[in-house]
């Protein structure tokens, strides 16, 4: 390559022109969903040059960007919710991965759950399916582990815990009963609407994972009995819209089970029996009349509705005599989105009743030998927490009393909103009186006396100079935290503090007017000039200084690009603040960035005849 050329190649390269002096462009990355606007820009007419300017990148970049190859990948991510990637991955098996997404894709838009080894029997399905089309490109392909967990690190994939089973639920089956059904319900006086749910209570299991200590074996740490408890009681849930909560049902195998000999059940907790411990129209029926019935004859005499589920149990022998309540019952497999007692009633009554477990067995762990060996005698069904064994229907009712009380009218009503079921202004009213609480992170702080009349605060003291200043005075003569100590005694470095504490008003005053003040203003202005003068004679040549004088007579001067910008930046901020001092810093900066252009290429061209001639 001939001197010439090179020459070329340095002049030809990306650069920007600033203060006269050429340097190299920083990279700019576009994102996934740039890249598919450039294209549909430039498909729509969009002069390339002009899109090369707008996304601050080069033309080559843009011609680039719109290859039919690059769009297509780039499709594929923002497709798969990776949109704003500055980075598009690829793997050995670009075909298959591809194919492999969108079998995925289909699969979650059915909601079906996608694990590691599903996405490697997937994969492997895929790769059957290529090398039967003929493509054997990935015969060498065996879905191995390591490249499960790259390929979902490639493709931004996340793993979730899914929760409930709202996710099988189309909205389509449930839209037209919710509009017909919400104009029903506005008639209906917000705390007369009720809803009742029934579900299912291991009442005697116990979490199955564990801390272990570092002197145990972890090969050999083996579970309890309690771990695997399966003994269940079907518990009847039914609540307002307002917050309010019905008496609680329970319902066991036993017609009168053994511990009620004990002593007598809590009061607001019934209990009913069947055979298989579940809710049938038999219980339903009695609940309907013994339990839901005298509630609302007690709290009102307007008509009620209350909301059921499509269950075989909640018929039509569900029948108020008097009329007074109306039954609304759900879509088939619409509990899940439409019901509020599934919204996270049920939930916080079950997991504030494993909390009050947990914390009974502890409590007791200490006498739990002692109990057991004196109660022993006792007949089994008899034997619950206080006698140091599992806890039976008595102990679980008394515990499902205690954490239904603790249910809040807040979480119900704020289930209630979030199964939309209500009409629109009833739950715009519920979530202005329960808004969703911020959580602050709480700062040690130290606490001082201080009384002030909130009747002679200003609502907005920031329009009032005085009014603020006398808050802040109030507040500094009421903090007593310095200034009862002896001067003497006062550190150095608080001697300023407890002074303004002491003098009040008036240093208050000078420190607030204090950046106002003519001698301040003089020292900033002062303090940038200086500067200013500084910085010009220590980095910028003068002007009238001849060539032989500025440069050595041994080898030319390089020049710090990065360090001059940073100068020169400096120099632009602080010439902001004193007047008139901005063009002189502009001109001194092209003068020096003019100077330092014309040195480089000095360098580069006696560099380059050096390099031919050696």
């Given at each position: 390559?001939?001197?010439?050329d090179r020459?070329n190649?340095?002049?030809?390269?990306?650069?920007?022109?600033?203060?006269?002096?050429h340097?190299?462009k920083?990279?700019?990355?576009?994102?996934a969903?740039?890249?598919?606007?450039?294209g549909?820009?430039?498909?729509?007419g969009?002069q390339?040059?002009?899109?090369?300017k707008?996304?601050?990148?080069?033309?080559?970049?843009i011609r680039?960007v719109?290859q039919?190859?690059?769009?297509?990948?780039?499709?594929e991510?923002?497709?798969?919710?990776?949109?704003s990637?500055?980075?598009?991955?690829?793997?050995?098996?670009?075909?298959?991965?591809?194919?492999?997404?969108?079998?995925i894709?289909?699969?979650?838009s059915?909601?079906?759950?996608?694990?590691?080894?599903?996405?490697?029997?997937?994969?492997?399905?895929e790769?059957?399916?290529?090398?039967?089309?003929?493509d054997?490109s990935?015969?060498?392909?065996?879905?191995?582990?390591?490249w499960a967990?790259?390929?979902?690190?490639?493709?931004g994939?996340?793993s979730?815990?899914v929760?409930?089973?709202?996710?099988?639920?189309?909205?389509d089956?449930y839209?037209?009963?919710?509009?017909?059904?919400?104009?029903?319900l506005?008639?209906?006086?917000?705390?007369n609407?009720?809803n009742?749910?029934?579900?299912?209570?291991?009442?005697r299991?116990l979490?199955?994972?564990?801390?272990?200590l570092?002197?145990?074996?972890?090969?050999?740490?083996?579970?309890?009995?309690s771990m695997?408890?399966?003994?269940?009681?079907?518990?009847?849930?039914c609540?307002?819209?307002?917050?309010?909560?019905?008496?609680?049902?329970?319902?066991?195998?036993?017609k009168r089970?053994q511990?009620f000999s004990?002593?007598s059940?809590?009061?607001?907790?019934?209990?009913?029996?069947?055979?298989?411990?579940?809710?049938?129209?038999?219980?339903?029926?009695?609940?309907?009349g013994e339990?839901?019935?005298?509630?609302?004859?007690?709290?009102?005499?307007?008509?009620?509705?209350?909301i059921?589920?499509?269950?075989?149990?909640?018929?039509?022998?569900?029948?108020?005599?008097?009329?007074q309540v109306?039954?609304?019952n759900?879509?088939?497999?619409?509990?899940?989105?439409?019901?509020?007692?599934d919204?996270?009633?049920?939930?916080?009554?079950?997991c504030?009743?494993?909390?009050?477990?947990?914390v009974?067995?502890?409590?007791?762990?200490?006498?739990?030998?002692e109990?057991?060996?004196?109660?022993?005698e006792?007949?089994?069904?008899?034997?619950?927490?206080?006698?140091?064994y599992?806890?039976?229907?008595?102990?679980?009712?008394e515990?499902?009393?205690k954490?239904?009380?603790?249910?809040?009218?807040?979480?119900i009503?704020?289930?209630?909103?979030?199964?939309?079921i209500?009409?629109?202004?009833?739950?715009?009213?519920?979530?202005?009186?329960?808004?969703?609480?911020v959580?602050?992170?709480s700062?040690?702080?130290?606490?001082?006396?201080?009384?002030i009349?909130?009747?002679?605060?200003?609502?907005?003291?920031?329009?009032?100079?005085?009014?603020l200043?006398n808050?802040?005075?109030?507040?500094?003569?009421g903090?007593?935290?310095?200034?009862?100590?002896?001067?003497?005694?006062?550190?150095?470095?608080?001697?300023?503090t407890?002074?303004?504490?002491?003098?009040?008003?008036?240093k208050?005053q000078?420190?607030?007017?204090i950046?106002?003040?003519?001698?301040?203003?003089?020292?900033?202005?002062?303090?940038?000039?200086?500067?200013?003068?500084?910085?010009l004679?220590?980095?910028?040549?003068?002007?009238?200084?001849?060539e032989?004088?500025?440069?050595?007579?041994?080898?030319?001067?390089?020049?710090?690009?990065?360090?001059?910008?940073?100068?020169?930046?400096?120099?632009?901020?602080?010439?902001?603040?004193?007047?008139?001092?901005?063009?002189?810093?502009?001109?001194a900066?092209?003068?020096f960035?003019?100077?330092?252009?014309?040195?480089?290429?000095?360098?580069?061209?006696?560099?380059?005849?050096?390099?031919?001639?050696?």
């Amino acid at each position: 390559m001939t001197v010439k050329d090179r020459w070329n190649a340095i002049m030809k390269a990306p650069s920007l022109k600033v203060g006269g002096l050429h340097r190299r462009k920083a990279r700019v990355t576009l994102t996934a969903a740039q890249k598919m606007e450039i294209g549909r820009m430039a498909k729509a007419g969009a002069q390339k040059v002009q899109l090369a300017k707008d996304f601050d990148v080069d033309e080559t970049t843009i011609r680039r960007v719109c290859q039919a190859s690059t769009q297509k990948k780039c499709a594929e991510q923002v497709e798969f919710g990776r949109g704003s990637a500055l980075r598009v991955r690829s793997g050995t098996y670009d075909v298959l991965e591809s194919r492999l997404m969108h079998m995925i894709s289909r699969c979650r838009s059915q909601g079906l759950p996608i694990s590691k080894r599903t996405i490697q029997v997937l994969a492997k399905l895929e790769r059957g399916k290529m090398m039967k089309e003929g493509d054997n490109s990935v015969d060498t392909f065996n879905a191995s582990g390591g490249w499960a967990v790259a390929f979902t690190r490639r493709w931004g994939l996340q793993s979730k815990r899914v929760h409930g089973e709202a996710g099988g639920v189309k909205p389509d089956s449930y839209q037209t009963w919710l509009e017909e059904n919400r104009l029903l319900l506005g008639k209906y006086k917000l705390p007369n609407i009720y809803n009742m749910d029934e579900c299912g209570l291991f009442y005697r299991l116990l979490p199955n994972r564990t801390y272990v200590l570092r002197s145990e074996s972890t090969g050999k740490v083996r579970g309890i009995k309690s771990m695997k408890a399966k003994e269940r009681l079907t518990l009847v849930v039914c609540t307002s819209a307002a917050g309010q909560r019905v008496p609680i049902v329970c319902i066991g195998k036993a017609k009168r089970p053994q511990c009620f000999s004990v002593r007598s059940p809590p009061q607001d907790v019934s209990y009913f029996n069947q055979a298989r411990a579940w809710s049938d129209s038999i219980t339903t029926q009695r609940w309907f009349g013994e339990i839901f019935l005298p509630h609302i004859r007690r709290q009102t005499n307007d008509k009620v509705a209350l909301i059921l589920d499509n269950a075989s149990s909640h018929g039509q022998d569900l029948i108020d005599p008097l009329g007074q309540v109306t039954i609304f019952n759900l879509p088939p497999n619409t509990t899940s989105v439409l019901q509020p007692a599934d919204a996270g009633i049920i939930a916080a009554l079950k997991c504030r009743y494993k909390y009050d477990l947990l914390v009974e067995v502890v409590a007791r762990l200490d006498k739990c030998g002692e109990a057991r060996e004196y109660f022993k005698e006792c007949k089994a069904g008899t034997k619950g927490l206080q006698e140091g064994y599992e806890p039976h229907a008595l102990d679980a009712m008394e515990l499902i009393s205690k954490a239904w009380a603790c249910v809040s009218e807040r979480t119900i009503s704020r289930c209630w909103a979030h199964s939309q079921i209500l009409p629109k202004e009833y739950t715009e009213e519920l979530r202005e009186r329960w808004p969703k609480r911020v959580r602050t992170v709480s700062r040690p702080r130290i606490e001082v006396n201080v009384e002030i009349d909130e009747n002679e605060l200003d609502p907005d003291p920031e329009n009032n100079p005085e009014i603020l200043l006398n808050d802040l005075s109030k507040r500094l003569q009421g903090c007593s935290l310095f200034t009862s100590i002896p001067a003497e005694e006062v550190p150095e470095h608080l001697q300023g503090t407890v002074e303004l504490l002491r003098d009040g008003r008036v240093k208050l005053q000078e420190w607030m007017d204090i950046e106002d003040s003519e001698d301040v203003q003089k020292l900033f202005e002062q303090e940038h000039i200086d500067c200013i003068e500084d910085i010009l004679e220590e980095r910028v040549p003068d002007d009238h200084d001849s060539e032989e004088d500025t440069l050595p007579s041994k080898s030319p001067p390089t020049v710090n690009i990065a360090e001059a910008r940073e100068l020169i930046n400096k120099l632009e901020k602080l010439a902001i603040h004193v007047p008139n001092a901005l063009p002189a810093v502009r001109q001194a900066s092209a003068a020096f960035f003019e100077y330092s252009r014309s040195r480089q290429r000095q360098l580069k061209i006696s560099e380059m005849y050096l390099s031919t001639s050696s």
